[in-house]
């Protein structure tokens, strides 16, 4: 039962990332603002490899799958990390 309530705790925090995905992609386009995609898909794609991760352990799927999840959440945090630090400068 625990797993169940894990992955579709993870599965909830998706569609929520999803909704905020679309949100700041309509309010970049109503403010007439140059689309930022990089900025917003490093940043929530960190948080959804993430919970993709913890629902592949929900689910009790190979540790190859959830180690390669957890290898993109890394790479996008990253790339979270140097747009921050460019906008920054």
């Not at 959804?48 to 999840?69: G, K």
Request: hydrophobic share 55%; with cysteine.
């Amino acid at each position: 039962m625990t797993g169940r309530l894990t992955g579709r705790l993870a599965e909830g925090v998706l569609a929520v990332l999803l909704g905020e995905a679309v949100v700041l992609a309509l309010r970049r386009t109503r403010t007439n603002a140059p689309p930022m995609l990089p900025d917003i898909a490093a940043s929530l794609g960190a948080g959804a490899f993430l919970c993709l991760a913890l629902r592949a352990e929900a689910r009790q799927r190979p540790a190859s799958r959830i180690a390669v999840l957890l290898v993109l959440a890394g790479l996008a945090h990253a790339a979270d990390l140097r747009c921050r630090l460019a906008t920054t400068r």
